[in-house]
């Protein structure tokens, strides 16, 4: 039986293949044409590496696993590292870079109106990046759950706007968003 030991983690990962990568035995810069690179002690120089959340809601920075292409064109996994917290500043800087490429969503601070017409509706946002429009099917597929209160919303082309918590929304913005989005 595993104990709740520090390698308890590590004898839980190696049981299903996953490597751990740590900060003792991993090295994460840039390198040439400004790509992520990746050295694993014993190993080998990982080159245009790229990072991906295994669980993007409830973990952002925790489990985030690595990955490159090799010379086959298959992608590979390098392996996982549990928590970006306890690696420099620079590397954790780089594979949130990395991780920005691949995770493009707008968060939601603001909603100033929401109307259908057609079966879509219309949205007038205020995101981290300014106030936008956009559209997207009313359905239920369209609006999923985001943690515990939140909202992740598929415009027509797929784009994801998130509200963390609907319920940290101002009143009036609350009653415009629900009025639409009740489930």
Same mark, same amino acid.
């Given at each position: 039986m595993v104990t709740d030991t520090a390698a308890a983690p590590a004898t839980r990962l190696a049981?299903?293949?996953?490597?751990?990568?740590?900060?003792?035995?991993?090295t994460v810069f840039e390198g040439t044409f400004s790509l992520l690179h990746v050295g694993v002690k014993g190993d080998t120089l990982y080159r245009g590496a790229f990072a991906a959340r295994m669980f993007p809601?409830?973990?952002?920075?925790?489990?985030?696993?690595?990955?490159?292409?090799d010379a086959a064109d298959k992608e590979q996994e390098i392996g996982l590292i549990e928590d970006l917290a306890a690696f420099p500043e620079e590397q954790q800087a780089l594979v949130r870079q990395s991780l920005g490429r691949n995770y493009h969503e707008k968060v939601i601070q603001r &909603?100033?109106?929401? /109307?259908? *017409?057609?079966?879509?509706?219309?949205?007038d946002v205020e995101?981290?990046?300014?106030r936008e429009?956009? &559209?997207?099917?009313? /359905?239920? *597929?369209?609006?999923?759950?985001?943690?515990?209160k939140g909202k992740?919303?598929?415009d027509s082309f797929d784009n994801r706007f998130v509200i963390p918590n609907v319920e940290a929304l101002p009143g009036p913005d609350q009653q415009r968003f629900t009025g639409f989005i009740y489930w």
């Open positions: 049981k299903t293949g996953v490597r751990r990568l740590t900060p003792e035995i991993t809601v409830r973990h952002p920075d925790r489990f985030i696993s690595l990955h490159y292409t &909603v100033y109106s929401v /109307r259908c *017409d057609f079966g879509l509706l219309f949205f995101t981290q990046f300014g429009d956009f &559209v997207m099917p009313w /359905r239920y *597929d369209r609006a999923e759950e985001y943690g515990e992740v919303l598929l």
